[in-house]
């Protein structure tokens, strides 16, 4: 019997060229380092990386180090979710990482307590009785509007401008981290309220990353800014003539990584009680790789926010995985640079192979 069946007008369907989304094979790679990971541990550790081994403790795994994992990843994870748009358009992201360190120190300039201990704050940014003990929704909006307004100058440059998104976020990556640097003479800034302390409390972290991959996940795939976020990464000249206004939705999406960006500045500056200068370098090029080896393509058009989450999870596993293997932290970059640079050598094999199959 034949395998090939019959369709509609006499087409046949071909089963050998069917292919599984690349989230699969994202998810296959996930659970294979888990799996090594899992070996390694009883081999040299003695110990199981992800199972609980503890008498004491009647839980399956390890729950301890599941919460590690990510935990690590969410804040960088919420800037992925931004940067997997901005490439999905075709385009670049790389001032993610400084528009964090800026939104960061200016957004808890206004998150400040009066007095610490009874006494005048002593890192009051505009002094003990100027803007301090200010609601939670202040410095909130505060960030966001740096978000806002950092992400919509990249979008405005790449639309309009037609400079390379590579050198406008890179201008941008320079500006907002001098910017940083700027705002208080290089001095951390300290103390905030308890409310703006509870944000990134706990595993609230994690809360905002899933809330925030669910709803862009939605978006992409039900709404049309999805629909003409992935034609424009696919042709944006077929896009523009299909009547898609491209120079408009490139601003968007820059300006939504931009306020994801400083949504990951909020959170970490409430998780650390501190905003410093230098918060959030290399956050860019993780988020990147989270997103290239969630199956994003860097030539636009292709990828999802699911493909992210996995790719953002391998990154965890990878960190708590050398952790728990008590190899020292410069593996990893090692290891991580392998796995992205393996990541677009699978994605160009893997276009290469679509095209000869049509």
């Known amino acids: ?5 019959h369709g509609i007008g006499g087409l046949s369907f071909d089963s050998s ?35 609980n081994t503890r008498e ?7 729950e301890q180090r599941l919460k590690i994992i990510i935990l690590q990843v969410a804040i960088i994870g919420i800037i992925a979710l931004g940067v997997t748009q901005v490439i999905i358009t075709g ?15 200016i957004a808890m300039s206004f998150a400040q307590v009066g007095l610490v201990n009874g006494n005048p704050n002593p890192k009051a940014m505009f002094g003990a009785q100027g803007w301090v003990d200010l609601p939670v929704i202040v410095p909130i909006l505060v960030g966001l509007l740096c978000g806002f307004v ?11 401008t037609r400079i390379p998104p590579f050198i406008a976020t890179l201008g941008m990556m320079v500006s907002a981290r001098g910017l940083a640097k700027w705002w208080s003479k290089g001095q951390p800034i300290s103390f905030p309220t308890d409310s703006y302390a509870a944000i990134g409390k706990g595993m609230m972290p994690v809360f905002i990353f899933i809330v925030l991959a669910i709803l862009f996940h939605l978006i992409l795939k039900y709404t049309v800014y999805g629909k003409h976020t992935y034609a424009i990464g696919s042709n944006e000249d077929a896009a523009r003539m299909s009547g ?83 190899l020292d932290a410069y593996y990893q970059e090692m290891v991580k640079g392998v796995i992205i640079v393996g990541a677009v050598v699978l994605d160009q094999w893997r276009q290469r192979r679509a095209a000869a199959r049509m």
């Open 1 to 5: 019997m034949s395998d090939t069946s």
């Open 17 to 51: 060229k069917r292919s599984w989304p690349p989230e699969m094979s994202v998810f296959i790679a996930l659970i294979a380092i888990v799996a090594i990971f899992e070996i390694l541990g009883r081999l040299f550790m003695h110990d199981s990386f992800l199972f």
């Open 56 to 62: 004491n403790v009647d839980t399956l795994f390890n």
């Open 91 to 105: 385009g670049i992201d790389l001032s993610s990482g400084s528009i964090v360190g800026a939104t960061a120190m």
């Open 150 to 160: 950092a992400g919509c100058i990249n979008g405005m440059l790449v639309a309009y």
């Open 244 to 326: 898609i206004k491209v120079a408009r939705h490139k601003v968007m999406v820059y300006t939504i990584a931009g306020l994801l960006a400083a949504v990951a500045a909020i959170v970490l500056s409430s998780k650390n009680l501190t905003a410093q200068a230098g918060m959030g370098v290399m956050y860019e090029l993780d988020a990147i790789a989270m997103a290239v080896i969630g199956g994003i393509s860097l030539q636009g058009g292709r990828g999802s926010i699911l493909g992210t989450v996995l790719g953002a999870l391998i990154f965890g596993v990878i960190i708590s995985g050398f952790t728990f293997l008590k």
